[in-house]
């Protein structure tokens, strides 16, 4: 008994943050943009465990990947697009664009479809052990998430619109498949030399946090982004 237990508690574990992403999608939809953002962030923390409790149990398993893949897409990759989609509903839309606002909201699912195409490239890219291609699908996830709950109020005034919105999406769906070289956040050790751009991250992020407070996190994303461009040559 007890071994059935411990060979299943990693994809419990995930079966928590594909749970965990269902609710944040359905509040999303319902426009409850706080409670979305609190189980993204639910989700990620169960995503952060279960490979961890595989790998300290030795109970890695090909149902375990294929689990995680699916989880992660509907956490980070269907929520962040309901979000979005909500989202289309209350901005403002100029005049020439009012004719396709019908239309315009089901483009927000391209998030969803472009996080599958970088999990999928994930599971199968070698170069990604110690660094990423593309941006992480929690990072998406994150920068939605704390984007429109702290911004909310000027994402919905008429200084942004739809059309902002679209190319929002559109960048940030195609940043999950870039072939863009991003630092993993992972020490080797405790040194400057080896840590340099994590140490440089972490110390710009801090005053981010407390400038912007909730929508510091998107800024935080941003800046991850920013300086992963800048020292592509060097990771």
């Not at 169960?46 to 790998?55: C, L, S, V």
């Not at 909500?86 to 391209?110: C, D, G, M, N, R």
């Not at 190319?167 to 080797?188: D, I, Q």
């Not at 710009?204 to 461009?229: E, K, M, N, R």
């Amino acid at each position: 008994m007890a071994n059935v237990i411990v060979k299943n508690l990693p994809n419990s574990i995930t079966s928590c943050n594909l749970f965990c992403g269902c609710i944040a999608s359905y509040m999303a939809f319902q426009s409850k943009y706080e409670y979305a953002l609190l189980f993204i962030v639910l989700g990620a923390v169960f995503d952060f465990f279960d490979g961890m409790t595989a790998r300290l149990l030795h109970v890695s398993s090909p149902i375990g990947k294929e689990l995680d893949s699916l989880a992660d897409d509907i956490t980070f990759g269907l929520a962040p697009a309901a979000i979005a989609f909500s989202l289309f509903k209350e901005v403002h839309y100029p005049a020439w664009l009012e004719s396709i606002s019908h239309l315009l909201p089901y483009t927000a699912f391209l998030i969803a479809v472009f996080s599958a195409l970088r999990l999928a490239k994930f599971n199968l890219d070698e170069r990604q052990s110690t660094s990423f291609i593309g941006m992480p699908t929690p990072a998406n996830a994150l920068f939605w998430g704390s984007l429109v709950v702290g911004e909310h109020a000027w994402l919905v005034s008429e200084n942004f619109n739809a059309l902002y919105l679209l190319v929002l999406v559109l960048v940030m769906s195609l940043l999950l498949v870039a072939e863009l070289p991003m630092f993993s956040l992972k020490f080797k050790d405790l040194s400057w030399g080896h840590n340099k751009i994590s140490y440089i991250f972490l110390i710009v992020s801090i005053p981010l946090l407390v400038i912007f407070q909730l929508s510091g996190f998107a800024a935080v994303i941003l800046w991850y982004i920013l300086l992963s461009i800048l020292t592509r040559k060097k990771s």
